[in-house]
């Protein structure tokens, strides 16, 4: 049984920082591309990042670009989402997803993943 377990959330200042972390058990995470989601209050889940199964390609929303760095530790099994310079419109639950298929092409749309975690809210006060 596959398990996603995001950790890391929390309140946070406008311009602070936080890092997400996002452990499977039940699945060798380095076999699959993984990305992070948000659902902020009222709104569709929406693309944040996303990483592929090798690492070696990553894949941001315009919005988080430049201030958001997702990676993984393969040995820790664990995908990370390192947010900086966070701004009041980041609030929202965050979701670490994955995929059915491994070594695939990675998907910018929660239509292509079937497993999530739980989620974490990040909320940042202005």
């Known amino acids: 049984q596959v398990q996603l377990v995001e950790s890391g959330g929390g309140l946070v200042q406008a311009g602070g920082s936080l890092r997400l972390s996002c452990t499977a058990s039940?699945?060798?995470?380095?076999?699959?591309?993984m990305a992070w989601f948000r659902q902020g209050p009222g709104k569709e889940r929406a693309f944040v990042a996303a990483i592929s199964w090798s690492g070696d390609r990553t894949y941001y929303a315009d919005s988080v670009k430049g201030r958001f760095t997702i990676s993984r530790d393969n040995a820790k099994n664990t995908v990370y989402l390192q947010m900086n310079s966070l701004k009041p419109e980041d609030t929202a639950v965050y979701y670490c997803?994955?995929?059915?298929?491994?070594?695939?092409?990675?998907?910018?749309?929660?239509?292509?993943?079937?497993?999530w975690g739980q989620g974490t809210q990040v909320t940042v006060s202005s």
């Open positions: 997803a994955s995929p059915t298929l491994a070594w695939g092409q990675v998907d910018l749309g929660p239509s292509g993943y079937n497993y």
């Open positions: 039940g699945r060798t995470l380095s076999w699959y591309a």
